[in-house]
């Protein structure tokens, strides 16, 4: 599957940016969907992630309540609603896709299989 992310930008702190993500190549309905960041020098770090149908999705803490990660299976894509961005908000956004049935929602890259090009996003202070 290839995915391909959009959305990035610059933005103001306490400001609101949306991510896309449209995957192609394979039924969309059979993977879960994830965000994940990466800042300059740091690790990738998991942000949200949502099986099909929605019924599981999965928030780092530090997202938890200012993000929403939804998806529109009849258009493969994902979103990303990120309200009241902060200043640690700033890096390079990957999405990400999982085959499979999952019980929880993975939370390591390492797990992922297929990865988008990155879009950065940037909020000043």
């Known amino acids: 599957v290839q995915l391909q992310a959009s959305g990035g930008g610059v933005v103001q702190a306490g400001g609101s940016l949306r991510l896309s993500c449209v995957a192609s190549g394979r039924p969309f309905g059979d993977y879960i969907m994830g965000w994940f960041r990466q800042a300059p020098g740091k690790e990738r770090q998991f942000v949200a992630a949502t099986n099909w149908s929605g019924a599981r999705i999965g928030y780092s803490d530090s997202v938890k309540g200012r993000f929403t990660i939804s998806r529109d299976n009849a258009k493969n894509t994902v979103y990303l609603q990120m309200n009241s961005l902060k200043p640690e908000d700033t890096a390079i956004y990957y999405c990400?896709?999982?085959?499979?049935?999952?019980?929880?929602?993975?939370?390591?890259?390492?797990?992922?299989?297929?990865w988008g090009q990155g879009t950065l996003v940037t909020v000043s202070s």
């Open positions: 990400a896709a999982i085959r499979g049935i999952w019980n929880t929602i993975p939370q390591t890259h390492e797990t992922y299989e297929y």
